[in-house]
């Protein structure tokens, strides 16, 4: 193992400074993919406080503590786990809670909105945690599957795609978002702006998206819920929501499922 210097300023993606006066661990993860790439980079044994969101293993909540959801924690609880890192995110906790937990233990926060922002999630987390051959790991293998998924698309025909996360209201992942960014690695033009901007089955029509998808969170769309959108012509898929909104080691299994989802989406309809 390498010898690391402590203290360790770190700077999160946000930009904000803190100071780790020795390698954490005790880790409190507060975002459900970000816990899966702790177990994945062999850290297990240092996390010790979860979300109730984190499902992955899936038998992970049974081990670690159980602290609250993603937008509400017991704080009461983190403190008593003594953590002396909690991981973060922009998009899945609030800056509310993010000002309590400072008040415990430095409090890392991840910001991520295109595929350089979760390689470079994976290199901090690396070096911050002592393990930066397994994160490198890590991201040589999606670099090189997504090598793959793009030499697959290589000359086909973009598609207009509009990606829905929720029923009522109708709400879809806009231009300004990881998920975006996902489906622009398959080749999708999103047809939405923003983003999550409510819509309804009006503006879908005008838009003519080539694809609708529907995904399994946070809604759970399910094959009874295609009938909504039976007056589209556009072709409607239910795609695993994990897959496009997850970052950090799902993104291993990811780029399979892109794969696949790219045979599926391109049949006639």
Known sequence: MNNYSFSMEI??????????????????SLVPSQTELLVDLDLEKKLVGITKFCVHPKDLRKRKKVVGGTKSVHLDKIEALHP??????KEENTEEMVLE????????????????????IIQQYGKILCCENKAEKIIAGVKSKKSLLEKKLSGRKKLKVAYFIWKKPLMVAGT????????????F????????????????????????FLS?????????????????????????GEFFSWYGSRLLDAMDYFMHLQDHASISR
Not at 179 to 186: G, M, T
Request: aromatic fraction near 8%; charged fraction near 30%.
């Open 11 to 28: 700077t999160d993606q946000l930009g904000r400074k803190f100071e780790l006066p020795e390698i954490p661990k005790r880790v409190v």
């Open 101 to 120: 937990l400072e008040k415990i233990a430095p409090v890392h926060v991840s910001d991520i909105s295109k595929m350089e922002d979760a390689f470079q």
């Open 189 to 212: 033009k999103n047809v939405y702006t923003g983003r999550y901007p409510e819509t309804n089955l009006q503006e879908l029509q005008e838009l003519k998206p080539d694809l609708v």
């Open 216 to 240: 399994s969170e946070p809604f759970p769309f399910k094959e009874k819920d295609k009938k909504i959108f039976k007056d589209t012509k556009a072709k409607i898929i239910l795609v695993d």
């Open 84 to 89: 002396n890192l909690i991981l973060c995110n």
């Open 176 to 187: 300004d978002t990881f998920i975006n960014a996902l489906l622009e690695l398959n080749g």
